[in-house]
């Protein structure tokens, strides 16, 4: 079983930045697939980052492609979303997610499509305003 916790969310106005944490538990994370999504009440989810295993491709939503990375601490076993030059519309409740399926970003981002990624955190909220 593989356990997550988000924290580091907040309020921040535009332009500014954020950086969001996913402590795993239960796996190493450099076997998993991690993937950063975004929840907007009345809309679909969206993926907005998701590394394949050890690092192998990153699939990046064209939302966020330039303004967010995703990095891994091994040590730590947790995953950061660096979230730079905020927008209003980055608001959101944002979630980490984990997949063992071995593999590319591309390919745990078309898992996350099919709605078979198995391991989710409880979500940390995004508010940008002035």
């Known amino acids: 079983q593989v356990g997550l916790v988000e924290s580091g969310g907040g309020s921040v106005q535009p332009g500014g930045s954020l950086r969001l944490s996913c402590l795993v538990s239960g796996y190493s994370i450099s076997d998993l697939c991690i993937g950063w999504f975004r929840q907007v009440q009345g809309r679909e989810r969206e993926a907005l980052i998701v590394?394949?295993?050890?690092?192998?491709?990153?699939y990046y939503s064209d939302s966020v492609r330039g303004r967010f990375t995703i990095a891994h601490d091994n040590a730590a076993n947790t995953a950061y979303l660096n979230m730079n030059s905020l927008k209003p519309e980055d608001s959101g409740l944002y979630s980490c997610?984990?997949?063992?399926?071995?593999?590319?970003?591309?390919?745990?981002?078309?898992?996350?499509?099919?709605?078979?990624?198995?391991?989710w955190g409880q979500g940390t909220q995004v508010t940008v305003s002035p």
């Open positions: 590394r394949g295993t050890s690092g192998t491709d990153t």
């Open positions: 997610a984990a997949d063992p399926s071995r593999g590319s970003g591309g390919y745990c981002y078309t898992r996350s499509v099919m709605g078979v990624i198995p391991y």
